[in-house]
């Protein structure tokens, strides 16, 4: 017999206490014990928040060693390199990452076991193939375009470019955790044991007699990332092969790009935008601008990743309701974004009290960065307060207007740090991510009420239709 918090509070809690304490207990029993799909997607989230928790304190920590070790100039020059890196290895997913999720999810829920043996396989060929071959264009572009690019990053860019194969297909491996629900599968390699590898590899590097530059950091970055993902790869396929009995596979792969393509705009969109500030930073400052602002966003992260850890747990659960019982979708929509905005803004206040101290972690000067997480950080907030939007829209099927949602706000997000950075410098740029963070909450939300009929902003009250006697 499990041990319930809402039994313990019955039998010992006085009647007035018990009477408030009980909802909220009986809602932390269901995400922990409840053996359903929903308690399921609860737990995840739960796994993925604290993961997230430990993933954010490790990628401070590791990036305030790494900026006293480099200084400012090689530390900026790695983290534009870096993200640059991230963005584009997630991009040569081509959507797969996340379509997977939602072709598993329709696959076994129709026992269509042939199809499903077919993605499962094409997915993580087809995402190593094209990432292999955007790697190959990258260092022939660094190549051929190495006398319009500052001398110090055509090297790191060059190196980078070697790690994109990998930094994919481990994107692909967590999207086939989290359409299994393995949350630790999912996230522990990408936000836990990479950023720890990274710092250990460069540590050691340092300690050999290598110079902490920008090159040494990308070097043991690519090592890390190697390592991680081929150990992700032998796990996440022994679990998967279990779960599915031999057989003949089934390739559609048109029809794969079909839908895939679509959520490889949104996700194009999404992770401009989520870095677009850093990249355009980078085109107009110096390396040691960029290091400021790559510090407090680094901070900002703190309250970011409540949502990033929502959007990992429900994505699935999103795709199940939305092909198997679509009358529960509303309700379940709205109790994410509940999930979402409480949670970020008890981290919001946490980062506004305590930013300062943080940024100057990074080292002398970093702290110009801290009247920018009070902008910042509202704006984060604000957007949490519709939830994962676009989750929930790619896996009902309205991928196409998601995409263009995110395009125009990417569009935005652009021409204003475009107009602001040259005048405001990193003012500029916050000013640029938060008008669009307030944009894309807005527009995310006016679509899923238009497309899907779900008020998904937390503070708007649902009209309830009484039921029929």
Known sequence: MRFSAAMTAERWLPERIASRVMPLLRRIDAVVFSADERGEAGRMSLIAFAVRIVSAAIAFVSQVLLARWMGGFEYGIFV?????????????????????????????????????????????????????????????????????????????????????????????????????????????????????????FMAAAVMTGLAPTAET????????????????????????????????????????????????????????????????????????????????????????????????????????????????LAGFARET?????????????????????????????????????????TAVVARSAVGPCESLLTMSGYQNVCAMVYAATLALNIGLNIVLIPTLGLWGAAIATSAAMIFEASALSFTVWRKLGIVMVLFIPVRRVPEKA
């Open 217 to 328: 950091a990308v070097i043991a970055s690519i090592a890390a990332t190697y390592v991680t993902t081929l150990a992700q790869f032998v796990g996440i396929t022994g679990r998967t092969d279990k779960r599915i009995p031999d057989g003949p596979r089934k390739i559609h792969l048109g029809y794969w790009l079909k839908i895939s393509l679509p959520i490889f705009l949104v996700e194009s969109f999404f992770f401009l935008l989520t870095n677009a500030d850093v990249l355009m930073v980078g085109f107009y400052m110096p390396p040691d601008k960029v290091a400021v602002y790559f510090a407090t966003v680094k901070t900002l992260a703190l309250v970011h990743f409540v949502y990033f850890a929502v959007k990992a747990g429900v994505a699935q659960r999103y795709a199940q309701i939305a092909h198997s019982e679509p009358e529960n």
């Open 337 to 377: 974004a509940s999930w979402t905005f409480w949670p970020s803004l008890l981290m919001g206040i946490l980062v506004l009290l305590f930013g300062q101290p943080l940024i100057g972690m990074f080292g002398p000067g970093f702290d110009e960065g801290y009247p920018l997480l009070f902008l910042l950080v």
């Open 80 to 200: 534009l390199v870096w993200v640059t890196m991230i963005i584009v290895g997630s991009l040569s997913c081509l959507g797969f990452h996340t379509s997977i999720i939602r072709f598993i999810s329709e696959y076994r829920e129709k026992g269509m076991h042939a199809e499903l043996r077919g993605v499962l396989l094409a997915s993580r060929l087809f995402v190593l193939a094209a990432s292999t071959a955007i790697a190959a264009l990258g260092v022939a572009g660094v190549w051929l375009f190495s006398g319009r690019i500052e001398s110090y990053y055509i090297v790191p860019f060059a190196l980078g470019m070697f790690c994109l194969p990998m930094l994919a297909l481990s994107d692909v491996l967590q999207g086939l955790a989290r359409a299994n629900s393995w949350a630790f599968s999912a996230l522990v390699p990408t936000y836990i044991i990479r950023p720890v590898l990274i710092l250990v």
